[in-house]
Nanobody, 124 residues
């Protein structure tokens, strides 16, 4: 069972930045495509960024493209989400997700493993 633990959430003003981290206990971390998703109150969960096993390919939802950057450090079994130019509509619980040997994907159902989430609140 892959365990994922997110950190780095918090309260930030609009226009600010936050860096989320997700640490995995999985020793074969580099074989997993990783994603970041979010769920706002009353809305469905959406995957906003995905990164391939080697880190060489990334994909973003239109809502965050140009503002968020996903990256990974396979030596540290960690994936990151740098969030810039934050907007109040980015307020949500952010979840880390993983799928073994899959391509980059923004489909929620493609991921097999999920973290517990970290709250991000952007004030106007």
């Amino acid at each position: 069972q892959v365990q994922l633990v997110e950190s780095g959430g918090g309260l930030v003003q609009a226009g600010g930045s936050l860096l989320l981290s997700c640490a995995s206990s999985e020793r074969t971390f580099s074989t997993y495509t990783m994603g970041w998703s979010r769920q706002a109150p009353g809305k469905e969960r959406e995957v906003v960024a995905s990164i391939y096993r080697s880190g060489g390919v990334t994909r973003y939802a239109d809502s965050v493209k140009g503002r968020f950057i996903i990256s990974r450090d396979n030596a540290k079994n960690t994936v990151y989400l740098q969030m810039n130019s934050l907007k109040p509509e980015d307020t949500a619980i952010y979840y880390c997700a993983a799928v073994e040997r899959g391509p980059t994907t923004l489909r929620t159902n493609d991921y097999n493993y999920w973290g517990q989430g970290t709250q991000v609140t952007v004030s106007s």
